[in-house]
């Protein structure tokens, strides 16, 4: 009889915590479904022009220099 009331314990906090994280889940206000999660890496992507590419990434290699300068 022990292991009874014991399972059916464990079974209500089981069902405690589920719907806790499905609460929230709820509030989050992210309605992402798996069906859109699965089709992300099919949308276009953002193109970036050459020009904007070499900026970013000389504005990066000036940010490690700096830091790198401040480090010594």
Not at 32 to 57: D, F, M, T
């Amino acid at each position: 009889m022990e292991v009874l009331g014991l399972t059916i314990f464990i079974s209500l906090l089981l069902a405690a915590l589920f719907s806790l994280l499905f609460i929230m889940q709820r509030r989050q206000r992210r309605y992402n479904s798996l069906e859109r999660e699965s089709l992300l890496p099919l949308a276009e992507e953002k193109r970036v022009s050459a020009g904007k590419e070499a900026e970013s990434r000389e504005k990066t290699k000036e940010r490690s220099i700096r830091g790198s300068e401040r480090d010594r």
